[in-house]
């Protein structure tokens, strides 16, 4: 069995309302999304940026600062 109910209790009511609108909770429970950066799986604990995208995919990105820093550096270079 997994161990999920011990990761919700760390994270965000937010994010899960966000997510669940999204309908991306059973892709994160079942590990199917990755960082956009490092191609980690995301966690509930590891989400540090999420980013709809029109065509109703979901651009993760985790929490190590150098993800965070290279996703941000990304988007300048794509303007
Ligand atoms: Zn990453």
Redesign the pocket.
């Known amino acids: 069995m997994k161990k999920q109910e011990r990761v919700l209790a760390v994270f965000d009511e937010e994010l899960i309302n966000l997510l669940g609108s999204l309908n991306e909770l059973p892709k994160i429970e079942s590990g199917e999304r990755f960082?956009?950066?490092?191609?980690?799986t995301i966690l509930f604990n590891n989400i540090s940026i999420i980013v709809p995208q029109e065509d109703k995919k979901v651009i993760y990105?985790?929490n190590?600062p150098?993800?965070v820093e290279a996703y941000s550096l990304k988007q300048d270079g794509t303007k």
Do not use: G, H, M, T
């Not at 960082?35 to 980690?40: G, K, R, V």
């Open positions: 960082c956009n950066i490092c191609n980690d990105v985790c190590k150098s993800c």
